[in-house]
């Protein structure tokens, strides 16, 4: 696995990014958060959600690398300081439109690996957690997606909302 970073005072990961040519398929991943995942920021932003990876479904818009903010799917993530874990959810946009919904979410311990997959189907998206030992799975969500374009660019790990890194944070990653 390789260690993703967020420099403290930042927002974008040092995650390499990318086109994703695709007829269609599943984006796969692992993921362990340990305790230089932590993170406080003391105010509710706490719950803001970070972006951990996914892709955009096509190129289009371009206009200023917002496509991202269009047609895509990646996970978010966040700590929750009060029960020392993570929380994952489904985080996409459909036509500019942003949605999440914060009561479908895995909660993730330290140091274990979870597997991330994000399958695109014509008329929805399966977003699917599962703990890599026991193979348990602790999230599974479809969403009213509609994909055209199994094609776009691969989203790295962003820090914020609109706050930034408090302090060097960083993960293991590795893309399936």
């Given at each position: 696995?390789?260690?993703?970073?967020?420099?403290?005072?930042?927002?974008?990961?040092?995650?390499?990014?990318?086109?994703?040519?695709?007829?269609?398929?599943?984006?796969?991943?692992?993921?362990?958060?340990?305790?230089?995942?932590?993170?406080?920021?003391?105010?509710?932003?706490?719950?803001?959600?970070?972006?951990?990876?996914?892709?955009?479904?096509?190129?289009?818009?371009?206009?200023?690398?917002?496509?991202?903010?269009?047609?895509?799917?990646?996970?978010?993530?966040?700590?929750?300081?009060?029960?020392?874990?993570?929380?994952?959810?489904?985080?996409?946009y459909i036509k500019g439109e942003r949605k999440f919904n914060s009561s479908i979410k895995a909660v993730l311990n330290e140091n274990e690996v979870y597997n991330c997959t994000i399958t695109p189907l014509c008329d929805h998206v399966i977003y699917r957690v599962t703990?890599?030992?026991?193979?348990?799975?602790?999230?599974?969500?479809?969403?009213?997606?509609?994909?055209?374009?199994?094609?776009?660019?691969?989203?790295?790990?962003?820090?914020?909302?609109?706050?930034?890194?408090?302090?060097?944070?960083?993960?293991?990653?590795?893309?399936?």
């Amino acid at each position: 696995m390789k260690l993703i970073k967020i420099k403290e005072g930042q927002h974008l990961s040092n995650q390499m990014t990318g086109i994703r040519f695709l007829t269609n398929g599943a984006i796969e991943f692992d993921v362990m958060f340990g305790k230089q995942s932590r993170y406080v920021l003391g105010d509710g932003d706490q719950y803001d959600w970070n972006k951990l990876y996914g892709c955009s479904w096509g190129f289009f818009p371009l206009i200023d690398s917002f496509q991202m903010h269009y047609n895509s799917s990646r996970f978010g993530w966040r700590y929750i300081p009060d029960t020392g874990t993570y929380e994952l959810t489904p985080y996409y946009y459909i036509k500019g439109e942003r949605k999440f919904n914060s009561s479908i979410k895995a909660v993730l311990n330290e140091n274990e690996v979870y597997n991330c997959t994000i399958t695109p189907l014509c008329d929805h998206v399966i977003y699917r957690v599962t703990h890599k030992d026991t193979g348990s799975q602790i999230l599974y969500f479809e969403s009213e997606e509609k994909v055209v374009d199994y094609n776009g660019f691969l989203a790295p790990g962003y820090f914020g909302g609109n706050k930034r890194a408090p302090r060097n944070v960083s993960y293991l990653f590795i893309r399936l």
